[in-house]
């Protein structure tokens, strides 16, 4: 009954009629050799997945648009890091927590070359170009000098061993290099000891070895249930970007070949082309030893009788390659996840508004990338394992109101990088009408930002104590200027007796509404 209906007549009776409830489940002349795979994901991956990343490599290290859409991804995402707050009133306990984070940030990494944040930069690109980016764990003697004895370790989607699938006798299963217990839960994962792309001396790699899964941190980007590892983010747009850079490749050789201007000159006797007058050290001929001239500028040559010139006509450039270029990066721009003007630098066109609506849609993109992947999968358990090697070590010393709030603490609250206001001033009004009004708070629209509000209090503070010390009166300081710029006294009700306050405070109600209805 494929590509039928079955519906009810007027009588109750059911009536088959030809033809499909959807076009998509036809089988007609335009679905011709439509039949695609119906294989779980990790089917597809475990066949393609090795192919694509090595094309999506490739793409980023040769093509711009497609470094370009990896940078641009990258920097949405992770901008200058996703920051930890520890869940916790206690002020001097924060900044003790703070302090030993911040330690561990600067020497966390077992390469010595980047700080956490940059490797939170390094695991996202890894996982958008490759698909998979790992994080092992590596805990260190107290002897190492580390602030904290824990570093993580980078690896590359390739040290996963793809090629190991097998069924397990206890009932698990490894799919992919990842090792699944009875139950379904990872328990392990199966990595070479060197990278199987590494210099000739190493290359291979070796057999993978087994290594438990808490050590272990994967970060991909699941697209279906039960995904064991990660799509390149180029995946669907790799062949439409091959085809661009040869479509500019040959329109390239075309402009060339267009200003190659040739001149042909048939002449009845070829011993007359060339006689007396020769320039010494000028070849008459070619490598073929076909006779040639050259041509000069503001010269004008008398030919003999029968002599005739032909000049070349090269082809012209193509007069859509503009249209063809922009509507075939637009088709990448849109597979990459990133705005067209990220990917290509091209504003030709762009008003406010377009700028806008693209970059709404850019941000929730990216904001449900930051929470669900590189928060929840990479940045939770870092977290997690940093706080309880700092505790056990002693260096956060966990107070005694505190202790009963350990699983807060082992989970802090992620601010990911703000972005840049599209039209400032207008976005600053708004910003500050949806918090009189009481649709925001004051805390949620610095945190758009990326800036934590205590410390931007904190700083406030410190820069309005530092200017009273020296007697300077700033603008910033709304205790001392208005937003007009008109200078008040810095408490109003300040008096001596209490009689007094109470008095201004009755006698003034008017005068203050007065005074906001003009501001």
């Keep these: 009954m494929a590509g039928r209906v079955l519906v009810y007549g007027p009588n109750g009776k059911p009536v088959i009629t030809a033809g499909g409830a959807w076009d998509s489940a036809g089988r007609g002349r335009r679905a011709y050799g439509w039949y695609p795979t119906t294989s779980h994901v990790n089917a597809m991956l475990a066949g393609d997945v090795d192919t694509i990343r090595r094309r999506s490599r490739d793409a ?63 695991i996202a690109r890894g996982a958008y170009e490759a698909g998979d980016g790992l994080l092992r764990f590596r805990p260190r003697r107290p002897s190492d000098g580390l602030a904290i004895p824990l570093q993580l370790q980078a690896l590359e989607a390739e040290m996963l061993d793809a090629g190991k699938t097998e069924p397990l006798p206890n009932g698990g299963m490894i799919k992919a290099g990842v090792e699944f217990g009875p139950y379904g839960k990872r328990v392990a994962y199966w990595l070479f000891k060197t990278h199987p792309g590494e210099f000739m001396g190493f290359r291979g790699g070796g057999a993978s070895v087994r290594v438990p899964a808490d050590q272990i941190i994967h970060v991909f980007h699941p697209l279906r249930a039960g ?24 329109y390239v050789m075309r402009v060339k070949i267009q200003n190659l201007f040739t001149s042909f000159e048939t002449s009845p006797d070829q011993t007359s082309v060339f006689g007396d007058g020769q320039v010494e050290g000028v070849p008459t001929t070619d490598d073929d030893d076909v006779p040639m001239s050259t041509l000069e500028p503001g010269a004008h040559q008398v030919l003999p009788p029968g002599h005739e010139v032909q000049f070349s006509d090269p082809p012209s450039g193509a007069s859509d390659y503009a249209d063809f270029m922009r509507a075939g990066l637009h088709a990448v721009a849109v597979g990459a996840g990133v705005t067209y003007e990220q990917a290509t630098g091209d504003l030709k066109g762009v008003n406010f508004t377009s700028i806008r609506a693209g970059l709404i849609e850019l941000r929730r993109r990216v904001e449900q990338y930051q929470n669900n992947v590189v928060i929840f999968q990479m940045c939770r358990p870092v977290w997690r394992r940093f706080f309880e090697t700092a505790v056990l070590v002693g260096r956060i010393v966990i107070p005694e109101l505190e202790r009963a709030r350990m699983g807060r603490l082992l989970r802090a609250r992620w601010q990911p990088p703000g972005f840049e206001y599209v039209q400032p001033e207008a976005d600053v009004k708004a910003a500050v009408r949806k918090i009189r009004a009481g649709l925001s708070s004051r805390t949620r629209e610095v945190a758009k930002l990326g800036v934590d509000v205590e410390l931007l209090d904190r700083e406030i503070e410190a820069d309005n104590a530092r200017a009273e010390a020296r007697g300077l009166i700033l603008e910033s300081n709304a205790r001392y200027v208005s937003q007009s710029g008109v200078g008040h006294a810095q408490d109003p009700y300040r008096f001596d007796e209490p009689e007094e306050r109470g008095e201004r405070e009755e006698g003034d109600e008017g005068g203050e509404e007065q005074e906001a209805d003009a501001a």
């Design 60 to 122: 980023v290290r040769r093509n711009p648009w497609a470094k370009s859409a990896s940078e641009a991804w990258v920097s949405s995402a992770i901008g200058k890091g996703i920051r930890p707050k520890p869940d916790t009133a206690d002020e001097e306990f924060r900044e003790e927590i703070i302090d030993a984070w911040e330690d561990f940030v600067e020497q966390c990494d077992a390469d010595g070359t980047l700080d956490f944040y940059g490797q939170q930069a390094l």
């Design 227 to 250: 995904q064991v590892r990660g799509v390149p983010g180029l995946a669907t747009v790799l062949g439409i970007l091959k085809e661009i850079l040869e479509v500019q490749d040959a």
